[in-house]
């Protein structure tokens, strides 16, 4: 299977694999973000995620940052609405 190579595609992964892992440890980012503990928590399914996305794009367009983006946008701006002294 060929890299991408293309920022839009690149980015519409990130935001699958972010969206995946928020399916998956809903339990565990609400508790993570509840007791700011959110990067410890989910470190290892982060940097899982992370591997796959790097697998899966040319060295360019990893270095967008696209894939941090989408933990962001997808993982933690979704649960704005936690109780956390986060926010």
């Known amino acids: 299977m060929p890299l991408i190579d293309k920022a839009e595609r690149a980015r519409q992964l990130a935001r699958a694999i972010a969206s995946d892992l928020t399916l998956y440890h809903e339990k565990e980012i609400v508790e993570g973000i509840e ?16 591997t796959l996305f790097k697998s899966r794009v040319t060295p360019d367009i990893y270095g967008l940052n696209l894939y941090n983006r989408a933990i962001v946008d997808v993982m933690i701006k979704s649960k704005g609405h936690i109780k956390s002294k986060i926010w």
Request: charged share 50%; net charge negative; proline share 0%.
């Open 35 to 50: 007791r700011d503990t959110l990067f410890d928590t989910m470190r290892d399914h982060i940097e899982e995620g992370r």
